[in-house]
């Protein structure tokens, strides 16, 4: 028996988790070789169904997600055409709460793998149909379903995810890792809250894993486990292992509550390298009512002292969710600001998504919801926002994403924070406004743009001091690499041949090469003190990032 175990990935870095331990567990357990095929959903539908063809399964086993579900649909639909006697199974959350009316729908799907995945798919690849749990099968024209799977005890049992050689070809993209199954918690809108038991792999068996990826030079590990903070002990074991085998190049995601750490852990992380750790915290609201209502209790005083303390060093992403209940646009602004105050590295603005099986899609009267019927189900409006509300937050998201989360405008967007408004959330408001006014949300920009659209802003707002922000708008421009040419409000101050002078300075070969990975450039305002005074400073581009060296030459 040939097997296909097939990941469509929402992005070529990503890497799919699910049907790598799948691979393990066949292999062990049934000594079964299943092939991995990946892909993502920007490659084109023909291309893949060629691939399978070519592999020639008997069994075709996809892995289904919210972001690949319709890709995955209409891919099905086209397999049995070109192999009309191989078996198609799909798995994943995207079809364990809704199977049967899935399978009605499309004919050409034989089994969905309901629920965990690995003790399922074994059964069905050496079973009788009688005696497989966790599958929904055809008998005839109905549908059936023998029970449930129960989950793996010990997670132990499941094999490392990663052959050696995926682990060397992948270490530039992103991979994913688990050390536990399952979240505690019971967020009305979130799957994961629908089996509130949580397992663990046993916190040797984790370290012996995290020393491969370190050894292997991995540059980020996605942990995936819901909530990683969960038992003290165990994550800090992990942790102080992480510390004591850091190799300077692996960057370790987690998800974790940013209320639930203790005055040791905030310690420890105070000296973790910089940049080793980054920690995605999902805030969603700070809105009480809200709160209550998705079964979330942040205590968003300790959220707060906790992230001060660590965001020098780890890289902070904090999430928010537009559209949950009783949050309407004006109680989502003290989300934002409160959120924006804390300076994350980036600020994720979801939209609630009314997903099957959860607690909020069983409240969609009592909200007045409505929703998307296809994905990612996202709310159109409900009895707290309006439609054209959640469309401003969508500009808001992108404006964010251009002058925050890009990192690119520090020290411009900050000088106009600070002097132009009261709360950060209406300068967004406005920039956001003035892209729809200018229809710029209708076309790619290159970087350049997104400066001028700044300048143009500025200038169109009235605003005053604009000498003195054109020398910050100046400095972030210099910060994105050597320019490629200077816009139109770019004040040169430097026009005199220095490079003679970087040569000798900085041994460079030849003052093309020189003027090729430098940039001499003086400023009328202090803006590294923020404060009036002459500033002048060599900007040196390296394969690292910038350096900035004081100058006067
Ligand atoms: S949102 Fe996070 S904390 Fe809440 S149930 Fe889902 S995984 Fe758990």
């Known amino acids: 028996m040939k097997v296909v175990l097939l990941g469509i990935n929402s992005k070529y870095v990503h890497t799919n988790l699910a049907i790598r331990y799948i691979r393990g567990y066949l292999k062990k357990y049934g000594n079964i070789e299943a092939a991995i095929l990946e892909t993502s959903i920007n490659n084109e539908l023909p291309e893949i169904l060629r691939d399978i063809y070519e592999a020639k399964p008997n069994f075709l086993i996809v892995s289904t997600y919210i972001w690949n579900k319709e890709y995955v649909f209409k891919l099905v639909k086209e397999v049995k055409k070109v192999l009309p006697f191989i078996k198609v199974a799909l798995g994943g959350p995207e079809v364990s709460y809704n199977s049967e009316e899935v399978m009605n729908e499309f004919f050409e799907i034989d089994y969905i793998i309901s629920g965990e995945g690995e003790e399922s798919t074994l059964q069905l690849l050496t079973k009788g ?4 749990f966790g599958v929904y099968y055809r008998d005839g024209d109905r549908i059936k379903h023998n029970d449930s799977q129960e989950s793996i005890c010990n997670l132990d049992k499941i094999p490392f995810p990663y052959t050696d050689e995926e682990l060397i070809e992948n270490k530039e993209k992103i991979l994913y890792y688990e ?3 399952g979240c505690p918690f019971n967020c009305s809108y979130c799957m994961s809250s629908i089996d509130r038991s949580v397992r663990y792999f046993s916190v040797d068996r984790v370290k012996k894993d995290l020393k491969t990826f370190l050894d292997r030079g991995i540059k980020i590990l996605k942990f995936v486990d819901r909530t990683y903070n969960l038992k003290k002990e165990r994550y800090m074991e992990i942790w102080r292992y992480l510390l004591d085998n850091y190799n300077g190049h692996t960057t370790f ?9 203790d005055e040791e852990a905030i310690s420890f992380l105070e000296k973790v390298p910089d940049g080793y750790f980054q920690f995605e915290v999902g805030v969603q609201t700070t809105n009480p009512s809200t709160m209550a209502l998705i079964n979330r209790k942040n205590d968003l005083e300790k959220l707060k002292d906790n992230v001060l303390r660590i965001k020098e060093n780890i890289h902070l992403h904090l999430d928010l969710i537009a559209g949950l209940p009783m949050e309407g646009y004006e109680t ?8 924006y105050a804390l300076e994350p590295e980036m600020i994720q603005l979801g939209f609630l998504k009314i997903l099957k099986g959860t607690q ?3 409240e969609v009267d009592k909200n007045q919801y409505k929703y998307m019927n296809f994905p990612p189900y996202e709310v159109l409006s409900s009895s707290h926002i309006s439609y054209s509300e959640l469309l401003r937050l969508k500009n808001i998201e992108k404006v964010l994403d251009y002058y925050y989360n890009s990192g690119k405008f520090k020290k411009s967007v900050q000088f106009i924070l600070g002097n132009f408004y009261e709360k950060n959330f209406n300068l967004y408001e406005e920039l956001a406004d003035f892209f729809e006014k ?5 076309v790619a920009h290159k970087q350049t743009v997104i400066f001028n659209y700044l300048y143009d802003f500025y200038t169109e707002k009235g605003f005053d001091k604009i000498d003195v922000f054109l020398e910050y708008l100046k400095y972030d421009y210099l910060m994105q690499g050597k320019p490629g040419f200077y816009p139109e409000w770019y004040r040169k101050d430097k026009n005199k041949d220095v490079y003679g002078e970087i040569v000798k300075n900085l041994n460079f070969k030849t003052n093309r090469e020189a003027y090729k990975k430098t940039e001499y450039e ?3 305002y202090d803006i590294l003190l923020n404060r009036a005074g002459r500033r002048e400073l060599l900007f040196v581009y390296t394969k690292n990032g910038v350096e900035i060296k004081e100058s006067n030459l």
């Open 129 to 132: 149909i009688e005696d497989v």
């Open 179 to 181: 050390s536990s199954r």
């Open 253 to 261: 995601h987690f998800e974790i509550s940013g209320d639930l750490f």
């Open 332 to 339: 989502f602004k003290n989300s934002f600001d409160y959120v």
């Open 360 to 362: 909020i899609s069983q």
């Open 438 to 442: 200018n229809a710029y949300f209708k």
């Open 522 to 524: 003086g400023f009328d």
